[in-house]
């Protein structure tokens, strides 16, 4: 099955930018929605964004519409986040996961529709 390993996370001020990565081992295209969740202190692990590998159709929660943006590299098989203007808020464990494409169709993103997880990449903004 899918292997997933994040990296690139830091510790960066508010308003900077970070990019982390997501390298899928293993990966089919079985494997049809690849997503970003984040966990901060205290809160739920919550949906950051999701694109499916074929066709490249995106999600992004509200809360980071506009700032980040998702991409899959098919040649790779590797997942980014380019994360823009940072905030506080943004602070928070950053999670890998894959699924197959029912997970990309969805108008929320949650947890529950993925099944194969990273280990996770520590981002912490602060002000």
């Known amino acids: 099955q899918v292997h997933l390993v994040e990296s690139g996370g830091a510790s960066v001020q508010a308003g900077g930018s970070l990019r982390v990565s997501c390298a899928a081992s293993r990966y089919t295209y079985t494997y049809g929605c690849m997503g970003w969740f984040r966990q901060a202190p205290g809160k739920e692990r919550e949906g ?4 499916k590998t074929i066709g ?4 992004y929660a509200d809360s980071v519409k506009g700032r980040f943006t998702i991409s899959w590299d098919n040649n790779r098989n590797t997942l980014t986040l380019q994360m823009n203007t940072l905030k506080p808020e ?3 464990m950053y999670y890998c996961a894959a699924d197959n494409w029912v997970a990309c169709s ?22």
Do not use: E, H, N, P
Request: charged residues 15%; aromatic residues 12%.
């Open 48 to 51: 950051v964004a999701s694109i």
């Open 56 to 59: 490249g159709s995106t999600y």
């Open 90 to 92: 943004d602070t928070g």
């Open 106 to 127: 969805k108008k929320t993103l949650s947890v529950t529709d993925f099944d194969y997880w990273g280990q996770g990449t520590q981002v912490t903004v602060s002000s």
